[in-house]
């Protein structure tokens, strides 16, 4: 097992960039910017963000907004779509540039997805979703902008997802699954209104994704994966539950899913690594205090002195 491979993964992390003709490059090329949010958190988390050229990164990143409608892409001369939107304003907010954004602009693309029932659709297409909810709540909150939505109405559709079982689903009556309860409670955080959520039954229904080997999973009967290790964990640590479940046996779970050799962590031991289960693995360490790493917030999923900054400095 050992200890993280900081070194090696922020090599592996720094070598994604260069390969961009292999197989992992050609399947992110529509969420390249989410991709990049996944890396660069990851090196920031690992104090490895000075590895990078920040004047190279916002360039790019300003390439891939839709000027007409001021939303991003997943990559340049791609759709705008909130979730490659919140991406870019987290990646800006970590190299401390969100004065690279028209605020107005963008936070008017983000408002102007809100539906009347309070739901949020993903872009002009119309799919709706929690995650869109969290995603357009979080950016709108980054960027001091959530007075442009009805907040309430947003709380409302929110709560409107939550099953008998504690947990959220994707829509009305949508399944339970750690992703969704993840994006509503970080929502809930953000606006403040987790008197919404019972925690004793939700912390029960999450602590029980822990497995045999210590890994979580999504939901009751599926495989563990690492990337489980956020979705759940940060959801118990914001209603303060995560004394429910074993920490050390996650921390040696992530660990073993290292790639000691070539860098990057896999969602299983001894599976292919990529940049997605790299990042949730040292997102997840860094909730449980691992040595070394910065501290991350678990509602806005970004580096807590990043967080700081925004809210707490002139």
């Not at 007075?147 to 099953?163: L, Q």
């Not at 009751?220 to 990337?227: G, I």
């Not at 292919?272 to 997840?284: I, K, P, Q, R």
Request: charged residues 25%; glycine residues 10%; proline residues 3%.
């Amino acid at each position: 097992m050992g200890e993280l491979a900081v070194e090696k993964h922020t090599e592996y992390i720094l070598s994604i960039e260069k390969r961009k003709d292999d197989f992992e490059s050609l399947v992110m090329e529509h969420l390249r910017l989410s991709g990049a949010y996944w890396g660069l958190t990851a090196l920031d988390l690992m104090h490895k963000i000075g590895s990078v050229k920040p004047d190279d990164v916002v360039t790019w990143i300003m390439s891939c907004q839709d000027k007409e409608s001021g939303g991003f892409g997943g990559n340049v001369g791609h759709d705008p779509h909130v979730l490659y939107t919140l991406s870019a304003v987290q990646v800006l907010a970590i190299l401390d540039r969100l004065d690279a954004l028209d605020v107005e602009k963008v936070s008017d693309y983000v408002a102007g997805l809100q539906n009347e029932d309070g739901s949020f659709s993903g872009d002009m297409w119309g799919e709706i979703d929690t995650r869109f909810s969290y995603v357009a709540i979080c950016c709108l909150s980054l960027l001091h902008r959530l007075r442009k939505i009805n907040v309430e109405k947003a709380v409302d559709f929110i709560v409107s997802c939550k099953n008998l079982d504690g947990g959220f689903g994707c829509i009305p009556g949508g399944e339970s699954h750690a992703g969704q309860i993840f994006c509503c409670v970080g929502a809930l955080a953000i606006t403040g209104s987790l008197h919404h959520i019972d925690r004793d039954l939700l912390g029960w229904w999450l602590c029980e994704r822990q497995c045999k080997d210590g890994g979580l999973n999504g939901r009751p009967e599926k495989l563990t994966d690492v990337c489980y290790s956020w979705w759940v964990l940060s959801s118990l640590i914001i209603i303060d539950r995560v004394h429910w479940i074993d920490k050390d046996k996650l921390s040696k779970f992530i660990l073993n899913c290292q790639d000691l050799e070539k860098g990057g962590i896999s969602d299983r031991p001894d599976n292919a690594v990529d940049v997605f289960h790299t990042y949730f693995g040292v997102a997840g360490l860094s909730l449980m205090e691992y040595p070394g790493l910065k501290t991350i917030d678990p509602a806005y999923a970004l580096p807590v002195d990043v967080v700081n900054r925004i809210f707490f400095q002139k």
